[in-house]
C-alpha cells in the first residue's frame, strides 16, 4: 500500500426520492453521499482495521453548497487527506456533476480503538493507504 497521488473519486447517481419540492437535491442527503464516498474509498483496507484494533469516527462535519443538483443527476465526489494530526485527520471533499461545482466539504475523523469512542495514534498502514495529504487541487 502507498500513498496515494491522486484523490479518490466516487460517484453516484441521484434518486428521484432525494430531490425535494424544489427539485433539488435534499441537504441532509450530501451527508449521506460523502459517507458513502468515504466508506467505499476505504473498503480495501476495512480488514487491516479490524486486525489492528482501528476504528474511525466523525467529530466534525462543514458543507458548503454551490450550485444545484437534481434527480437524475451524475454526482462525482472527489476525497483526499487534508491534513493529518496525531490521532485525527480532516477529509476534503469536492461534488461536481459535468464539471459543475455543486459542493465542498471538509470532515474531521478521529481514530479510535474498535468498539470504543478512545481515541488512538492513526496506524501507519492506514495513512499510508490514505496518502500524504494536501487536500485536492483547486478548480472541480
Known sequence: MSGRAQPYRHTIGVRWGEADQQGVVFNAHYLAYIDDAMETWLRPIRALGD????????KRCTIEWHGPLGARDRLDIDVAVARWGRTSWDLAYRGTCAGRLVFTARVVYVSVAAGT??????????RAFMGVGGGLPRGP
Open 117 to 126: 469512542s478512545t481515541p488512538l495514534e492513526t496506524p501507519r498502514e492506514v
Open 51 to 58: 486486525e489492528l484494533g482501528w476504528d474511525m469516527m466523525l
